[in-house]
């Protein structure tokens, strides 16, 4: 493929690579890495366990709140075939993103992945990721976009912070797990109900679809966001995804994508322990670092895209697409 920078990862990676390849290390790894993630939560306030137990029981009585399953079949699109690249372990669950384990924890493993990227920002850390991008997006987009598609919005934390800073927008959340899917719609409805957030929840649509296939309308939207969701996808859906979204751009419109930077000497300098335990829970990572993401998305039809590294450890790239003749 024309935009694959260096298929070849380094040696370190080479080297984490064949630990990971033995199960017991690899399922050792994974271990390590959620406790090691559920620690750093706690340490920062976020109480993991009553949390995920509060959502899980809705605030009542029960270990698991029934109307968890009913509202997952009335958002499920059981017609979907799941890409087979999709239907695996990930971030250290064995059913990666399909179920309820990983669905009630994704919140609060954000907070703490994400209490690091700046300098004592502990809890805040999420928000500040996604302002900083948003800061991004405001630079480099002149009109703000009507119509939103987040993809791969996971429970909705990108999709509400998108509706907030364009609140006149139809957003429409997307992603491949229904779970997911079922806890964002929940958590929107009872965070607009409670004044927690000031947006409107009838403003968001969610849908459970691939974002390389959507079905959507061509050029039915203004602007394509994909938030922290190209580090875990293997190159040929990275590629078909950006060509879905050209389909989908209207005339003037935009594709933002925020996600780790490659080029981050914080990743050259990881130790190894660190990058095992990071690679166990990322099957894809080394295809990402790989990308040459800029010319993949000039290959899709968008002009010369900025690149703006938008926290030490991330980057926002934003293009427009080329008129189409
Ligand atoms: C790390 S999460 C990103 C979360 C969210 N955008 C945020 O900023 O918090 C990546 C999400 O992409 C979803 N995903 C992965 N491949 C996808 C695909 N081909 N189509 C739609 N969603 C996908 C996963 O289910 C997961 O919810």
Not at 168 to 197: H, K, M
Request: aromatic share 8%.
């Amino acid at each position: 493929m024309a935009t694959v920078a260096n298929p070849t990862p380094r040696l370190a990676s080479r080297l984490v690579n064949g630990l990971l390849s033995v199960k017991p290390l690899a399922s050792f790894a994974k271990h390590q890495a959620r406790t090691m993630m559920i620690k750093r939560a706690e340490s920062i306030g976020v109480y993991w366990m009553q949390e995920v137990q509060a959502l899980r029981s809705r605030g009542g009585t029960a270990d698991f709140d029934p109307a968890w399953e009913q509202d997952l079949a009335l958002i499920t699109n059981h017609d979907l075939a799941y890409p087979a690249y999709y239907v695996r372990s990930f971030h250290a669950y064995e059913e990666g993103n399909l179920g309820w384990e990983p669905a009630t924890e994704v919140e609060v493993a954000a907070h703490a992945v994400h209490a690091r990227i700046f300098p004592d920002a502990g809890a805040q850390g999420d928000a500040l990721l996604r302002q900083s991008y948003h800061a991004v997006l405001q630079a480099n987009i002149p009109e703000a976009p009507q119509a939103v598609l987040d993809i791969g919005c996971s429970v909705g934390m990108s999709t509400t912070a998108l509706q907030q800073i364009y609140p006149q927008a139809q957003v429409t959340g997307l992603d491949l797990s229904p779970y997911f899917l079922t806890i964002a719609r929940y958590q929107a409805q009872r965070r607009s109900e409670s004044g927690e957030t000031a947006t409107q929840s009838s403003t968001l649509n969610w849908m459970h679809g691939a974002a390389e296939s959507t079905g959507l309308p061509d050029a039915s939207f203004d602007l394509v966001s994909a938030c922290l969701l190209f580090h875990e996808l293997p190159q040929t859906a990275a590629v078909q995804i950006l060509q879905e979204a050209q389909r989908l751009l209207r005339p003037g419109g935009h594709l933002a994508i925020m996600d780790m930077n490659p080029q981050s000497e914080i990743y050259a300098k990881m130790p190894p322990y660190i990058l095992t335990l990071l690679k166990s829970t990322e099957p894809y990572l080394d295809e990402y670092f790989a990308l040459d993401l800029e010319a993949a998305i000039v290959n899709a039809g968008f002009a010369q895209p900025t690149l703006t590294c938008n926290t030490p450890r991330h980057r926002a790239i934003v293009a427009k697409i080329q008129e189409k003749s």
